[in-house]
């Protein structure tokens, strides 16, 4: 049980290209987030998708696109990558109940030179 | 919003017990109040959750008042791999809990 799979685990961008980043979860939870870390800092809410279908903006979500593929994968997309889009990027899922715990995954280390 | 305060850090020796306390003045009727442990390099992982009174499991306790403005996570006679970040996040009962937000925790630095 692989639980949150996120890819790549590092990666490194030149300004104005673009990436997507990948997530996906094998616990059949029907909300999925995208959260970004800069160092020293807590998490910001970038995008989350409370079921498959939707999708909501959050606490930052400038400079960033995301797709609920399905209800497996959400994937986070940077159209035009800048320096202040470096940051450790987790993406989390959970039941749709209301207090149900987040299950994160391990992580892309995204550096924008 | 139900924003959270934490302080940024705490220092302790192994073997004592830590206490870390999270303000959440604005904390709605429905919301409940969460615990995650981070590791470095890691992504965060639950460690508890309550609504009111006290709450324990195998790995800590939590202590809500009953205002439930703030709460204290309690951990028994902490060691070296206790080190880590620790944040209070309660649940954002407007907008169905979806919108959640994690301050910047408390840095728990456990001494030899």
């Known amino acids: 049980n692989a639980g949150v799979t996120q890819t790549p685990k590092f990666q490194v961008l030149k300004t104005g290209q673009s990436m997507t980043l990948q997530c996906a979860q094998d616990?059949?939870?029907?909300?999925m987030y995208w959260y970004r870390q800069d160092p020293g800092m807590g998490l910001r809410l970038i995008y989350y998708?409370?079921?498959?279908?939707?999708?909501d903006k959050g606490e930052v979500p400038n400079g960033y696109n995301v797709s609920r593929l399905n209800k497996r994968e959400f994937s986070l997309r940077l159209e035009s990558a800048a320096p202040s889009q470096t940051s450790v990027y987790f993406c989390?899922?959970?039941?749709?109940?209301?207090?149900?715990?987040?299950?994160f995954g391990s992580g892309t280390q995204l550096s924008v030179l | 919003l139900a924003k959270t305060t934490q302080p940024i850090s705490m220092d302790s020796y192994e073997g004592q017990e830590v206490n870390i306390t999270c303000s959440h003045n604005?904390?709605?009727?429905?919301?409940?109040i969460t615990w995650y442990q981070q590791f470095p390099s890691q992504g965060p992982r639950f460690i508890i959750q309550?609504?009111?009174t006290k709450v324990t499991n195998e790995v800590a306790s939590l202590f809500i008042p009953a205002d439930r403005k703030s709460s204290t996570l309690s951990l028994p006679r902490v060691s070296l791999s206790d080190t880590a970040v620790y944040y209070c996040?309660?649940?954002?009962?407007?907008?169905?809990?979806?919108?959640?937000?994690f301050g910047t925790g408390t840095r728990l630095t456990v001494i030899p």
């Open positions: 989390a899922s959970r039941m749709d109940s209301l207090n149900e715990k987040l299950f």
């Open positions: 616990m059949n939870h029907n909300s």
């Open positions: 998708s409370a079921s498959e279908g939707t999708t």
């Open positions: 604005n904390i709605a009727t429905n919301d409940y």
């Open positions: 309550g609504y009111k």
């Open positions: 996040l309660v649940g954002d009962g407007l907008a169905g809990a979806n919108n959640l937000f």
